[in-house]
Structure formats: C-alpha cells, structure tokens
C-alpha cells in the first residue's frame, strides 16, 4: 500500500471540498472495497477523507410515505430495519445476499453503490485492462470470461457489477441525495447513476470530483410480493451469475431487475409490460441484442429460469 495522508470531515461541505482540491483524493467510510484495491495498488489515493463523523447513520421517514437512508448507514442495519422488512422486503434480501455477516456489518449504503465495476481481469495488474489504464485494452475480451456481462457491455469492458443492494434500488427507483464541492445538493435519478462502459469504463458513475454521496431515497412503497433470487458458485460470499430482484402484483403486473448481467443494474422498463404472459416473454425483452461469450452464453436462458422461478415464488407469496 502505498503512502498517503488523513484527514476527518467536519461537514459534508468540508468533505467535498477537500476532494475537489486534493488530486487523488478519496472518501472512506467502510472501506471494504477501497481498502483492498489500494493494498493490490489498484487504487492508489494520496489522501483520504474520513465520513464516519458527518452523522449520515439514519433511516428516516420522507413527507412522501417513503425513507431516507442515510449513506453511512450500514447493510447490516438497513436489511434489518422493520420498516425495511416489511415495506421493501426486496431490498432486506438483496442486502442479505451479498458478501459475508462481517462485511455487511461495515460497508454502507453509499459504499455499496459505488463498489468498483470489475472482474478478475481488473485485479491483475499484469494485465492490460480499461479500467485500471485506460485505453490500455480489455483482457476479458477473448479472454475467459464466464462470469462477464452479456448486455450493456462495449468493446472496451465487459465486466459486471457486483451490487446485490443497487439491484433492488434500481427495481424500487430510488434516488441517490449528493451535496457538491461548492455546496449546493443534487438528487440524481438510480437510473441515471450507475454509468455503461462506452468507450470510458474506468468512469463508472454519474458522480462529479468531489461530490460526496449524503443519502438515498426510496418512494413509498409498492406493495405485491417481493422477490429476490441470486444464482452463484457457493451459497455465500459470491457475486451472482445471474440475480433477480421481483416486486409481482397479485394481478400479474410488476417490475424486474437484473443482476450479473451488466456493468450496471439492468432494468427495461418496456420489458415489465410482459409481466403477465410470463417469464420467457419478460426474459427476450430484458436480453434484447445481448453478446455472450462461448464461456457465458449460459446465462441467457439461467436469465429465464431464475426469472420463471422468481415470478412462481411470488405467486406462492
């Protein structure tokens, strides 16, 4: 790990501030993610930026009906918060899904969604790879590439994003609240977040220099019966291959969202109005002009199964 200097903020104004002035600085709460790219050298920040103070630790009812999250707040709180439980039960499962009991005890919720879009080609550095170097070539591509994305990809990266909680945020439309280093506060749109690779993959959000991540906030909640399958190597501490976040109305409407498919949460909203003619109909729209590999053309018909799967698991309530 390479050397670099402290510093804890005192407001959300102070944080943001200081990165927009500090060249490679970084903000740290959890850092379960950062932490470990910056001991490979992935990442190498000259100074970091501690949150942990700034009181961001709080889920809060809106005016709307629905709850603010604050961004320091940690999975483990969030997927146990009654409210949670029982209002947005695709976001608890989602949440208990991911990593182990002892990262979700630590990572938070703005930590969650700005976990680095990557793959194995991404972690070895003797590798060329876009997102590391940009322009520098992708690996995956004609590499082995089982686990890479079969939509949304380019030809400059393939990876997948890792998030099981960004999928289920992406399903319930939430909105990410940011304050910018000149002060002033933004709301960007889940949908808009979360960035394609294009020809720019080491960009991987919709966040400016400096803009510091203050909470997230769900609409009220939608009702039906939640949903959330993951499909993976082992039972625990794996991303998925293929996830599925559900919300399925007792008529047969609802919304999907896909995990382990894209570079981001991958959500069609078109595709949602074949909700009620069944998996395979929903499947085709979701997977329209989808490039697999040889090594990951399984995933698209695993994309329908686990799907038709959720969808009957939801019916059975």
Wanted: glycine share 10%; with cysteine.
């Amino acid at each position: 790990m390479r050397a670099f200097t402290y510093q804890r903020a005192a407001s959300p104004a102070e944080a943001a501030a200081a990165a927009a002035r500090t060249p490679g600085a970084k903000f740290i709460a959890g850092g379960t993610n950062l932490l470990d790219l910056m001991k490979l050298e992935i990442e190498t920040p000259g100074h970091l930026i501690d949150v942990n103070g700034l009181g961001f630790d709080k889920i809060e009812a809106t005016p709307e009906g629905g709850l603010r999250v604050g961004a320091l707040v940690r999975n483990t709180d969030l997927a146990a918060d009654a409210r949670i439980r029982r209002d947005y039960a695709v976001l608890s499962r989602a949440l208990l899904a991911g990593a182990s009991p002892q990262l979700r005890n630590v990572a938070t919720t703005a930590g969650n969604l700005l976990q680095r879009t990557r793959c194995p080609y991404f972690y070895d550095t003797n590798q060329p790879c876009n997102k590391r170097q940009p322009g520098s070539g992708c690996s995956a591509i004609g590499g082995f590439s089982r686990n890479h994305a079969i939509v949304g990809a380019s030809d400059a990266c393939i990876a997948t994003h890792p998030s099981d909680m960004a999928i289920a945020m992406r399903l319930l439309d939430a909105e990410v609240e940011t304050i910018r280093p000149n002060g002033s506060a933004r709301v960007i749109p889940i949908a808009a977040f979360h960035r394609l690779p294009g020809n720019t993959p080491h960009i991987e959000t919709a966040l400016e220099p400096g803009e510091l991540i203050t909470g997230v906030k769900l609409p009220k909640p939608l009702g039906g019966a939640h949903v959330y399958r993951k499909v993976r190597d082992r039972s625990s501490y794996a991303f998925a291959l293929v996830s599925v976040a559900a919300v399925i109305q007792p008529d047969g409407t609802g919304r999907v969202a896909l995990g382990g498919v894209a570079h981001r949460p991958w959500r069609v909203e078109a595709a949602e109005q074949n909700m009620p003619k069944g998996a395979t109909a929903v499947a085709d729209q979701l997977l329209a002009g989808a490039r697999p590999t040889h090594d990951n053309a399984y995933k698209v018909p695993l994309v329908q199964r686990t799907l038709a799967a959720a969808m009957a698991q939801a019916k059975k309530g």
